[in-house]
């Protein structure tokens, strides 16, 4: 369960994350990737305070809000790709760099638009990834499927026929 903090300051993010993470004790709050939100994420994780840095667009964001102690981050692929950028790309030198330090921090790959970025984020090791129903819905959907089960349906009436 997520909460966003809507303080843009650090002194504001973590009174407001105090609070928040009263609500439940499967609340992870929300932080902007700033200068301040990273302040914040290095204060909220000294006390022990789970943190989903948010709005990342670059994994040297991602590495900065990793060393703070982020406990997720949330790497925005769509919005990258609706841009001109690939946003699979920052994906995956998240992946490698937190593999190369050893960070614990999750990846929470956030903006999928299309059934090829769950593929590309599974191929890269991503922990999550957070997508809109109509794409979930197209992860079912091959037309390969479709037509099989029309054989198989058609195959069954011929021989229930005889």
């Known amino acids: 369960m997520s909460a966003e903090v809507v303080s843009l300051d650090c002194a504001g993010m973590v009174e407001e994350a105090k609070k928040l993470v009263q609500i439940h004790e499967n609340v992870v709050i ?3 990737m700033t200068r301040e939100g990273v302040k914040a994420l290095k204060e909220l994780s000294a006390l ?13 964001q991602a590495l900065l809000a990793a060393k703070a ?3 997720f981050v949330s790497p925005f692929i769509g919005r ?5 950028q690939t946003g699979m790309d920052v994906v995956r030198e998240i992946m490698d760099i937190y593999e190369n330090y ?9 903006s999928a638009r299309h059934p090829q970025h769950v593929v590309e984020s599974a191929l890269a090791g991503a922990d999550i990834i957070t997508l809109p129903f109509s794409v979930f ?13 029309e054989a198989f349906l058609a195959d069954w ?5 005889r």
């Open 80 to 84: 990258l790709d609706d841009a001109g």
């Open 48 to 60: 022990g305070i789970r943190t989903n840095c948010t709005l990342i667009f670059s994994s040297n």
């Open 157 to 161: 009436e011929k021989v229930k026929n």
């Open 69 to 71: 102690g982020a406990s």
């Open 137 to 149: 819905d197209k992860l079912f959907k091959h037309p390969f499927t479709d037509r099989g089960i």
């Open 30 to 32: 929300k932080i902007p």
């Open 102 to 110: 050893a960070f614990e921090t999750e990846v929470i790959v956030a």
